[in-house]
């Protein structure tokens, strides 16, 4: 069965530090797109970076950067230079078949 | 511009109120998804909508009833609700149905529902 795993319900980081989210996925398509979305206090789903299981090189989106293992079947998302405005809930999720699967969550709280 | 845009941004009613959400989007996406989501946890999918026909409903209560009038607008009408249906409602577009290409879903801001 299709499902997304986000093992960490909160992480904290100073400010100006990388932080990385983990996010593992179970899949038997060959085919299968993965997402992280970031969802601030005020509601909003925040699309922040994708990556497609043919892609050979990890995604990048300005600071952020997604670290695929396709073998261990993980797609973490790495946050550089942390800012206090990333304190947010993020969301990893996969595309199977026509439907968005999402993980429970991470609530990242940036510290100064 | 991938701004999907949702009112109102908060509504009360009550249990015997019909009440609609509306999602607008001009970014010529072809597919639109309404989605609920309770606190601290990931939003549920609801409908899809692809070139204006209903493709998917999760076995979602007739008390929700979808509408899609026009490639840039998606309604959801609200009927007889329950305090438990109280959530926040989001809704997504994206380019087309996702596993058909460009797939990235863009969401609005939500609309936060509280049934009394």
Same mark, same amino acid.
């Given at each position: 069965a299709q #499902?997304? &795993?986000? &093992?960490?319900?909160?992480?904290f980081v100073q400010e100006k530090e990388a932080v &990385?989210?983990?996010c593992t996925y179970d899949t038997s398509d060959p085919s299968y797109g993965l997402f992280w979305y970031k969802q601030p206090s005020s509601g909003e789903m925040i699309f922040l970076i994708y990556q497609g299981s043919y892609d050979q090189q990890n995604a990048t989106e300005g600071r952020?950067?997604?670290?695929?293992? #396709?073998?261990?079947k993980s797609a973490n998302l790495v946050i550089s230079a942390s800012q206090l405005g990333d304190s947010a809930m993020y969301f990893c999720a996969m595309r199977y078949t026509d439907k968005l699967i999402f993980g429970t969550g991470t609530r990242l709280q940036v510290f100064p | 511009d991938t701004e999907v845009t949702q009112t109102p941004k908060h509504l009360v009613m009550g249990m015997t109120n019909k009440k609609s959400l509306k999602c607008?989007?001009?970014?010529?996406?072809?597919?639109?998804?309404?989605? %609920?989501?309770?606190?601290k946890k990931p939003p549920e999918l609801m409908f899809v909508y692809s070139y204006? %026909? *209903?493709?998917?409903?999760?076995s979602v209560p007739s008390r929700f009833s979808p509408e899609c009038p026009n490639s840039s607008l998606l309604n *959801?009408? *609200?009927?007889?609700l329950q305090p438990e249906d109280s959530a926040l409602y989001l809704c997504a577009s994206s380019q087309v149905l996702m596993g058909q290409g460009a797939e990235t879903q863009y969401f609005g801001p939500g609309t936060r529902l509280l049934v009394l």
């Open positions: #499902k997304i &795993t986000q &093992t960490q319900p909160g992480m &990385t989210l983990d952020y950067s997604l670290n695929f293992q #396709k073998a261990r | 607008e989007q001009h970014m010529g996406h072809r597919a639109m998804y309404w989605y %609920k989501q309770k606190a204006e %026909k *209903l493709s998917i409903n999760e *959801l009408h *609200l009927h007889a």
